[in-house]
């Protein structure tokens, strides 16, 4: 009995880190669908907190906030038409500068396709990059006005979040935009290049022009250059397909895809793996008892 009693035992610990392994693997499988679909629910939930927050300034206040950021970019142009280093003062009067809602949020970008939709924060820590999209902080602030190009960065190739990961399938033509305050600002791809880190020249405060520039990481895990997209500023034709700013729809609809599916069945198939694995392990272990 002694004999038998053991082998049950040890046919019940094989077959519990028999599953134990099977959920591990279960996990890690899925871990980058659940963990970026997790993202992109924390991002639209920043956004909409921004947008109810734009909904509480008056008119005096938001012009205020509007103007002080074109101020800022022309008094930075003046200083150097080149991305620089912030001094300490200059970086706590960058912080406050269209901060609506407190957290650092200045706007957010909108790519139809591929799909993006993330917030924009000041600067461009590991910790705002782990989330959303940075604004290089020591070039002009996403609004319009003379002598402005904005750098938007974002990580690529994370498991945890696509982030700006599908940066690499937009061509030159392609069309992104900026929602800062209730701006939306259009922007047309029409330079995209691979630099070295240190190579910002293509990122050069040019007078007169309003540019914009998308700024990534390439190629995935092992990021020796960095992939360089510069929209020009453009305003579409009013009632063109462009112009529908239809942000809550396009979200809804690109949580419909095939892709976000798959998320909603994920519980059940982790139920059904679960109770496959349970059924297996019993029918083994009454099988070498009664052996």
Not at 51 to 74: H, I, K, P
Not at 116 to 133: D, P, Q
Request: glycine letters at 8%; proline letters at 4%; hydrophobic letters at 40%.
């Amino acid at each position: 009995m002694d004999g038998v009693k053991r082998k049950g035992m040890s046919a019940a610990t094989s077959a519990t880190l028999s599953v134990v392994m099977f959920l591990i693997g279960l996990a890690l499988v899925f871990y980058p669908t659940v963990a970026d679909r997790v993202n992109n629910y924390a991002n639209k939930d920043a956004i909409g907190e921004y947008q109810r927050e734009l909904l509480t300034l008056d008119v005096s206040e938001y012009q205020r906030m509007l103007d002080e950021a074109r101020q800022y970019n022309a008094d930075l142009f003046r200083r150097t038409p080149y991305i620089g280093e912030l001094t300490a003062e200059g970086r706590k009067a960058y912080e406050s500068l269209l901060d609506v809602t407190g957290t650092g949020i200045i706007g957010y970008i909108e790519i139809d396709s591929p799909r993006i939709y993330l917030a924009i924060y000041h600067g461009t820590t590991e910790e705002v990059l782990r989330t959303g999209a940075g604004h290089l902080d020591a070039s002009s602030l996403p609004v319009d006005g003379e002598s402005v190009h904005s750098v938007i960065t974002g990580h690529s190739g994370l498991p945890s979040a696509r982030l700006f990961t599908d940066l690499d399938l937009l061509k030159v033509g392609d069309t992104f935009r900026l929602h800062v305050l209730n701006e939306t600002y259009y922007y047309k791809i029409e330079d995209i290049r691979r630099a070295l880190p240190d190579e910002l020249e293509n990122m050069r405060i040019e007078k007169g022009e309003e540019l914009c520039t998308l700024l990534t990481c390439t190629p995935y895990g092992v990021n020796t250059h960095r992939l360089v997209l510069t929209g020009r500023r453009f305003d579409p034709p009013p009632g063109s397909i462009v112009d529908d700013n239809n942000d809550n729809g396009i979200f809804e609809e690109a949580m419909s895809s095939t892709w976000n599916r798959w998320f909603v069945f994920l519980p059940f198939a982790v139920y059904a793996s679960i109770t496959l694995a349970v059924i297996i392990i019993r029918r083994n272990i009454k099988r070498r008892r009664r052996h």
